[in-house]
């Protein structure tokens, strides 16, 4: 049941007026290499390469800025956490603040802003950047724009379509421990309950909101996996029939109100997993990309024939997926046609995966690449004659 959670006037007051004194950022020396693709001649760019794992974000959050100056990462590096890459300079950002760093970021749709939670509190990083200096100087404003209840887990921050609200999902809250969604309300900070996920369908995060529809957003279940949620109900549904033994993962919002998602009827570990997209309004299911399975086949081989991330450029004409191999395969959508775009980007059965992803103007994909010993963030360039 939808519960909508009460502040006074004064701390409506505080939340509007909650913005600190700006302050800047470490910027650090650019540490990327350019190289093509010795199999698909793609020009491909490594933001980093320094020895420790840096991964990009996850496929459905904003990696790039709105400008596309600035593309956000993940790093475990020391003194790295939440960190950038200056498109146009190649220096590296860190974002920390005196309180500590931040977690579930996501760039916001419009601005030079950064949403990110920080403890258990949602905050609006407003960035100024200069590059006439060296080093390029980056300066942050921090807005607070709520403070969430105490949990155990918080997935990444989702804002919707109208760039009105957030979402966010919490595991651990109450003396049960129920999953809920919450809804932020951007402006004022006031938030609600959206749902609380119990037994039924089961909750597995990956909260984000359609890219089109500034009502729907979905999440994982447990089963069925595809959950949608109308703000206006707050009424879980899955538009989807997935079968008991049938591999449904890894969904993520594309254009005109659809969904991508990946798997087939064989299980694991030696699945089908295609690439298929689904109308959430209708139901209705189409493949773009086909993966394939045969009876006795082991699981690396069958792995580098199957699809396990999919995204969608935001133009609508190209769909993305990796595998377990860190092959990553470009599909046309009207056509269905594919076209390898580099491979090789990770060790089957080791290392984090791509987790592909697409930049703002449909004309990059951002992923993580084991190629040169260890995890690093890699841009590979979709070519113009395509």
């Given at each position: 049941?939808?519960?909508?959670?009460?502040?006074?006037?004064?701390?409506?007051?505080?939340?509007?007026?909650?913005?600190?004194?700006?302050?800047?950022?470490?910027?650090?020396?650019?540490?990327?290499?350019?190289?093509?693709?010795?199999?698909?001649?793609?020009?491909?760019?490594?933001?980093?390469?320094?020895?420790?794992?840096?991964?990009?974000?996850?496929?459905?959050?904003?990696?790039?800025?709105?400008?596309?100056?600035?593309?956000?990462?993940?790093?475990?590096?020391?003194?790295?956490?939440?960190?950038?890459?200056?498109?146009?300079?190649?220096?590296?950002?860190?974002?920390?603040?005196?309180?500590?760093?931040?977690?579930?970021?996501?760039?916001?749709?419009?601005?030079?802003?950064?949403?990110?939670?920080?403890?258990?509190?949602?905050?609006?990083?407003?960035?100024?950047?200069?590059?006439?200096?060296?080093?390029?100087?980056?300066?942050?404003?921090?807005?607070?724009?709520?403070?969430?209840?105490?949990?155990?887990?918080?997935?990444?921050?989702?804002?919707?379509?109208?760039?009105?609200?957030?979402?966010?999902?919490?595991?651990?809250?109450?003396?049960?421990?129920?999953?809920?969604?919450?809804?932020?309300?951007?402006?004022?900070?006031?938030?609600?309950?959206?749902?609380?996920?119990?037994?039924?369908?089961?909750?597995?995060?990956?909260?984000?909101?359609?890219?089109?529809?500034?009502?729907?957003?979905?999440?994982?279940?447990?089963?069925?996996?595809?959950?949608?949620?109308?703000?206006?109900?707050?009424?879980?549904?899955?538009?989807?029939?997935?079968?008991?033994?049938?591999?449904?993962?890894?969904?993520?919002?594309?254009?005109d109100g659809q969904m991508l998602f990946t798997g087939?009827?064989?299980?694991?570990?030696?699945?089908?997993?295609?690439?298929?997209?689904?109308?959430?309004?209708?139901?209705?299911?189409?493949?773009?990309?086909i993966g394939a399975w045969w009876p006795g086949g082991?699981?690396?081989?069958?792995?580098?024939?199957?699809?396990?991330?999919?995204?969608?450029?935001?133009?609508?004409?190209?769909?993305?997926?990796?595998?377990?191999?860190?092959?990553?395969?470009?599909?046309?959508?009207?056509?269905?046609?594919?076209?390898?775009?580099?491979?090789?980007?990770?060790?089957?059965?080791?290392?984090?995966?791509?987790?592909?992803?697409?930049?703002?103007?449909?004309?990059?994909?951002?992923?993580?690449?084991?190629?040169?010993?260890?995890?690093?963030?890699?841009?590979?360039?979709?070519?113009?004659?395509?």
């Amino acid at each position: 049941m939808t519960r909508f959670i009460r502040v006074s006037l004064l701390q409506l007051v505080l939340i509007l007026t909650a913005v600190a004194q700006p302050y800047s950022l470490t910027v650090l020396a650019p540490e990327h290499e350019r190289v093509t693709d010795p199999r698909t001649g793609i020009e491909l760019l490594y933001l980093t390469t320094d020895p420790a794992d840096d991964v990009n974000l996850y496929f459905h959050e904003r990696s790039w800025l709105a400008d596309g100056g600035l593309i956000l990462f993940s790093s475990r590096r020391e003194l790295g956490g939440l960190m950038g890459y200056l498109t146009s300079t190649g220096e590296l950002v860190r974002f920390h603040s005196e309180a500590g760093g931040f977690s579930g970021a996501t760039a916001a749709a419009e601005g030079m802003r950064i949403w990110a939670i920080l403890d258990n509190e949602v905050i609006e990083l407003n960035l100024a950047i200069d590059t006439s200096v060296s080093p390029s100087r980056v300066t942050i404003n921090e807005r607070l724009v709520c403070a969430l209840p105490k949990a155990n887990g918080y997935t990444a921050l989702s804002e919707s379509a109208d760039g009105k609200r957030l979402a966010v999902g919490l595991t651990g809250l109450g003396d049960r421990g129920d999953p809920a969604i919450f809804v932020i309300d951007i402006e004022t900070g006031v938030f609600r309950v959206l749902c609380r996920v119990g037994d039924k369908p089961g909750y597995g995060g990956h909260v984000q909101w359609s890219q089109t529809d500034p009502y729907t957003l979905s999440f994982a279940g447990q089963y069925p996996r595809l959950q949608f949620v109308d703000i206006r109900d707050g009424q879980p549904w899955s538009a989807y029939a997935q079968l008991e033994e049938e591999l449904v993962t890894h969904e993520s919002w594309w254009v005109d109100g659809q969904m991508l998602f990946t798997g087939g009827l064989h299980p694991e570990p030696t699945e089908d997993s295609h690439v298929k997209v689904i109308d959430a309004k209708t139901g209705q299911v189409r493949v773009i990309g086909i993966g394939a399975w045969w009876p006795g086949g082991e699981d690396e081989p069958i792995a580098k024939q199957n699809h396990w991330h999919a995204s969608g450029s935001p133009d609508g004409r190209w769909v993305a997926s990796d595998n377990w191999h860190g092959d990553i395969t470009l599909f046309e959508a009207d056509t269905t046609r594919s076209r390898e775009l580099t491979l090789g980007h990770r060790v089957y059965g080791s290392g984090a995966h791509p987790h592909v992803a697409w930049d703002r103007d449909s004309r990059q994909v951002i992923f993580t690449s084991h190629k040169r010993g260890d995890a690093n963030v890699c841009v590979a360039t979709i070519p113009e004659d395509w």
